[in-house]
Every structure is written in structure tokens, then in C-alpha cells.
């Protein structure tokens, strides 16, 4: 039971709160909470609906300590959107909106029968997995190159220079995004954006990437950037130790590959998030990238494993290069807002599919059973 409230106050809670119709649970951001501000669920997938009654676009997040388990982002105001989450026993923090909201409380059961998942036999995927720690390394490495060189030119005063490195030094975060932004304090450090902090960009959580962004791009400067440069260097070097200590299982490939595509869909499907470059097209290159890789070296188990659903992905992910590849001329991409409503909305709907299609092969390899 939550503590502190009674049963039928708990049973209205959660019961009363499942959509009709539906097996999902409701929770509503007004006022800067969570409403119900405390749930208790079993062990095992739960599906949740999201629902923005605030005046603002808002992002949503299951937190186990500093680390994201899920998350929605771009909720716009009076819409609600359906996230499912395959939850260990124990308790977990939910945010309510805005970052800088108090953050309400998710606690999970175990399962009533008792009885463990079943985990894939994980001998299959040493190689997949030791390749991928290769790779976080490597990316986290040229992270590091490519944010130094940024605030080398951003001390240098070459506003040119800096405007130029921007979308490179951003590349490398985005490839490592399935695990990088599940760390949830550095990812708050390194990538906020404005839209979901209370002072947007006069807040003194607009740090990193994007605070970088709005002095390059918006207000045509690199005066007073020095100091927040130099923190997301900092930030970065931190970054790669905890991605150098992190402990990865086969499933958080999958599951963080699924939860990159569904990012790229929402945002592909509303405003972006680079809001003043507008070099979202190159950040979705560089994360579908990194998704790219791991259904690379998923292949050698998930080819023989599940074919078909392998086939699915391989056939999904082709398609989304190839639109992505189409909106790409001689210098590049497009600036965002540059792109019809109708490629966009296409382009997300089938990064969607492909999410969906990446999370049916984890369960049909055996990584959504909540063992891997």
C-alpha cells in the first residue's frame, strides 16, 4: 500500500484511473504535479496515458535514481500520449512536467504469482554486447573531441567556427543516445531544453547543448558562452566515465533503440528541439545512426533467432533512411522548419512503425521479459 493513504483512496487511485476501455493508467499533469501523484502497479508491462493539462508542451519520465527506465516527450498541451514500460519490482520517481516540478512517486509489486520472468540464455549476446561497449567508448570519445573543439572556438570568439562545429559536436551524444539519455541528471546537464524548464531560456537549468545553441543561433553571439562551454566539457568528461562504469544487459540495446525512434517520432512530429538552429533533421540522422549500429550487431542472434521479425526491422529500418536520405540535397539537410508538415508527419509515423518493430524483435529474441 502507499504510504500514508488508505485502501480504498489507493484503489481509487489506481483502478479508477484506468482508461475505460483500456488497460492503462491515467495520470494528469496540471499545476505542476502528477495526478495521482503516487501509484502502486505489478511487476511486469504497464501501460500509462499521459495526459497535458498545463498550457505548455511537457515530457514525461520513469526514473530508477539517476536513470531513465522510459520517458514520452512533447506532449502538447491538451493531448495526452500512451507509454508502456516493462517495470521491475521496487520504487521508482515519475516527473510531473516541467523538470524543475516536484517529482511524484511510482511503486511496483511483485507480480502476483510470484514467479520470475524467464531470461534468454545470455551467452548469445557477449559479442553483440562487447561490441556495443566498444562503440559507447568510441562515441563517447569523439564527444569529447568534438565538444572541446566547440569550446575552443566558442573562447576563440569565432562565432563562424562555432556555428559550424554546433551539429558535429551534438552527433556523437545523439549515436549514444539508447544508453546516454538514460542518465538522467548528466542528460539534464548536457541536453535540456527550454520549452520544458520553468524560466525557459532565462532558467539556470538551460545548460549544455541548447543553451549553446540559443547564444550561437539566436542571439548571434558567443559572449558569455564561455562558461557554459566550458561546463559541458565537464559534463561530457563525466558522462563517458559513467558510460565507461555503466553495466549493460542485451535488453537495454533493444529497448533503448525502441525508446530513441519514439523520441525522433514525437519530436519529428512537432516543433523539433533544436529551436533556433534548427539542425534537427542532422540530429535525427545521428540517432537513427546509433539504432542503425545496434541492429547491426543484433543481427548474428536475431536473424537466427526470430527471422521474421528481424526481417521487419531490417525492412523498416531501410525505409526511414530512404526518406531521410530523400529531404538530404548537395549541402545538407534542410533547416527543419524548411520541411512540408507532410514529410514530417510520414517520417515520424514510419520511425514509429520501426520502434514498434524493434520492440517486437526484443520480445521474439527473448529481451522483453524483463530477464535480459
Known sequence: ??????????????????????????????????????????A??????????????????????????????????????????????????????????????????????GAAPSAPDLVAFIAPLAEY??????????????????DEAIRAGDL????????????????????????????NAIDPVAAYLGGREADRGFTGFHRLEYGLFAQNATQGLAPISEKLVADVAALRERLRALKLSPADMTD???RVLQLLADTTAGNGVDAYSRTDLDDFDAGLSGVAKIVALLKPVASDAAPEAFEAVGTRLSTV?????????????????AVPAE??????????????????????????QGGA
Open 44 to 113: 511486469g508491462r504497464t501501460t500509462f496515458r499521459i495526459e497535458n493539462r498545463t498550457e505548455r508542451a511537457v515530457e514525461w519520465e520513469i526514473l530508477d535514481g539517476v536513470m531513465v527506465v522510459e520517458e514520452r516527450e512533447n506532449i502538447a498541451p491538451g493531448l495526452s500520449q500512451t507509454l508502456s514500460a516493462r517495470l521491475r519490482p521496487g520504487e521508482y520517481a515519475i516527473t510531473c512536467g516541467l523538470l524543475s516540478n516536484p517529482r511524484g512517486r511510482l511503486v511496483v509489486t511483485p507480480a502476483a504469482d
Open 133 to 150: 561497449r566498444v562503440f559507447t567508448q568510441l562515441q563517447a570519445r569523439d564527444l569529447a573531441r568534438e565538444v572541446g573543439a566547440l
Open 321 to 337: 533512411e530512404a526518406q531521410l536520405a530523400a529531404l538530404r540535397g548537395a549541402d545538407g539537410y534542410p533547416a527543419f522548419d
Open 1 to 42: 500500500m502507499i504510504a500514508g493513504v488508505g485502501a480504498f483512496a489507493y484503489a481509487s487511485q489506481v483502478a479508477a484511473r484506468r482508461t475505460p476501455g483500456a488497460d492503462a493508467l491515467t495520470v494528469v499533469l496540471e499545476n505542476g504535479t502528477c495526478r495521482p501523484n503516487e501509484l502502486t502497479v505489478p
Open 160 to 187: 563562424a567556427k562555432a556555428r559550424g562545429l554546433y551539429s558535429q559536436a551534438r552527433a556523437p551524444y545523439l549515436r549514444l543516445a539508447p544508453v546516454a539519455s538514460r542518465i538522467a541528471d548528466l542528460a
Open 256 to 258: 533503448g533503440a525502441a
Open 343 to 368: 514529410s514530417r508527419e510520414a517520417l515520424a509515423e514510419d520511425t514509429r512503425a520501426l520502434g514498434e518493430a524493434v520492440e517486437r524483435m526484443g520480445e521474439a529474441i527473448g529481451l522483453s
